[in-house]
């Protein structure tokens, strides 16, 4: 496609779109070039790549082809010499503390200060997040909040295990935010990022800096907030930018592997002040969400992969045996797509055996919790009925208090799952339990020698 082409698909879109749309979203665009069916442009930022693509790349592809272009797609590459006019999407991520040092500057705090958030990620959005049961909830929470609007929960305190959507929601509510409330300051961290800023605030004598622009934010997104537990500094000045920022009625929306009341050494107050809002969480992954999940991902992998054949079945074995989390999955899916590209196979069964052998002997191995109650019984010959029923003498309530230890190492069940396969117990009797255990493997070694036993049973 020549300039002067795109220069003519240019008019029909201002047709199309209208003057402000135009000027807002298509004359930014940088046309590139057109590879293999692929139109490229040039943007200032993710987020405009991201929205002009959801909101107006249909248009866009059927005015190139009413042109007569023979373009199939078109991609938004983000033009790293241009000025990126949204906070939140602006910065990399530092990934190391001395990273983030030196990515740091001392900004002066008013409403023009860039906000040193981590970027966004453009696949992370609504569209592509996959609802089912065991996130439903949370992903209307989210929705709510990405509404913005009056605060209608605040804290929205996010957890879950690892790789089941934590981030992508957040992500999403941050996108959508933006996308329709522009002037909105919004900044989307790690909790680890947030210490690093503060402590180097505190290295360069910058804490007022550092204070003012936390607290000019109108959304605060804080992402695996467990990493501060046990940082009592970084908890302390934590908890003063969530305080303020409440009173000033932004929007705080936290993430974290585990609830509030989980994290050890997070301290009561900021446990309580998490607790505040709406706390809601994302259980492990059904089968039909997972296939949900493949399904879509296969949907966006025949754009990039248009010759390649996918047999029936091969999705729902996936979903049936890769149950850990979603990272994985589509892991799997990738490199299944990848190989069956390269060796210019269709993704078949045996293609699926041959390509995932370790992920799927990883899975074969998982410990369950009713496999961690069988075997700790057979080794202390209690009975079954035993270990989760109410008796509290010692023979018993130790070895319930090993395999809960047990299910919380070596399993991802959050501890209100424990509790409720352990007769409905409640979570804090579970974390005693725990910690209890973890006491004595320090002082008697005889815990200490069963543990391992089991542990190394169980993994076998
Ligand atoms: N419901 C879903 N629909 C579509 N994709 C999903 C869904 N849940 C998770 N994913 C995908 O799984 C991957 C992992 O998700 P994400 O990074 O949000 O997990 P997380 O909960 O933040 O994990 P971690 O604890 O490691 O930070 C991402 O690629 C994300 O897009």
Not at 141 to 150: H, I, L, Q, T
Not at 185 to 211: G, H, N, T
Not at 374 to 396: E, F, T, W
Request: charge should be negative; charged fraction near 25%.
């Amino acid at each position: 496609m020549t300039d002067e082409t795109w220069g003519a698909v240019r008019q029909e879109l201002l047709k199309a779109v209208g003057q402000s749309n135009f000027t807002n979203w298509i004359e930014p665009l940088e046309f590139a070039e057109v590879q293999d069916g692929v139109a490229f442009f040039n943007v200032p930022t993710p987020f405009m790549g991201n929205w002009v693509s959801r909101h107006f790349g249909d248009r866009i592809l059927a005015e190139i082809s009413k042109a007569g272009e023979d373009v199939r797609r078109i991609e938004f590459n983000v033009r790293s010499s241009a000025a990126a006019p949204h906070p939140a999407s602006q910065r990399p991520a530092a990934a190391s503390p001395e990273a983030a040092a030196s990515a740091a500057d001392p900004a002066p705090a008013s409403d023009d200060t860039d906000l040193p958030g981590a970027p966004l990620d453009s696949r992370f959005t609504f569209d592509s997040f996959v609802v089912g049961k065991p996130n439903e909830l949370a992903h209307a929470a989210a929705r709510r909040v990405a509404e913005g609007g009056p605060v209608a929960f605040n804290p929205l305190f996010l957890y879950g295990g690892v790789g089941l959507g934590k981030t992508h929601l957040m992500h999403a509510i941050a996108w959508e935010l933006q996308a329709r409330q522009p002037e909105l300051r919004v900044l989307y961290l790690s909790a680890e990022q947030f210490m690093y800023r503060f402590i180097q605030a505190l290295r360069e004598r910058q804490m007022m800096d550092f204070k003012q622009m936390f607290r000019s934010v109108d959304v605060l997104m804080v992402d695996d907030v467990q990493f501060i537990a046990g940082k009592d500094s970084t908890q302390e000045e934590f908890f003063h930018t969530f305080n303020a920022l409440v009173d000033q009625r932004k929007q705080i929306i936290i993430s974290a592997d585990r609830a509030p009341g989980e994290i050890e050494q997070m301290e009561g107050r900021i446990v309580s002040r998490m607790q505040s809002g709406l706390v809601v969480d994302l259980h492990p992954t059904s089968y039909e969400l997972r296939l949900g999940i493949l399904q879509q991902k296969v949907e966006q992998y025949r754009g990039q992969f248009p010759n390649i054949q996918l047999t029936d079945g091969v999705l729902e074995f996936l979903a049936h045996r890769i149950t850990s989390n979603v990272r994985v999955l589509e892991g799997a899916l990738t490199r299944l797509f990848a190989f069956g590209s390269l060796v210019g196979r269709p993704i078949d069964m045996d293609l699926a055996q041959e390509c995932l052998t370790d992920i799927l002997r990883t899975m074969d191995r998982k410990t369950t919790i009713d496999e961690i109650q069988r075997k700790v019984c057979d080794h202390y010959n209690i009975r079954i009925s035993d270990m989760v029923g109410p008796k509290r003498q010692r023979a018993l309530a130790r070895p319930r208090q090993i395999a809960m230890y047990l299910c919380k190492h070596m399993t991802q069940r959050s501890l209100p799952e424990i509790g409720r396969k352990f007769g409905g117990r409640d979570h804090t009797t579970i974390m005693h339990g725990i910690k209890r255990i973890e006491e004595l493997k320090g002082t008697d070694s005889a815990i200490a020698e069963d543990i391992e036993m089991l542990r190394r049973s169980l993994e076998a």
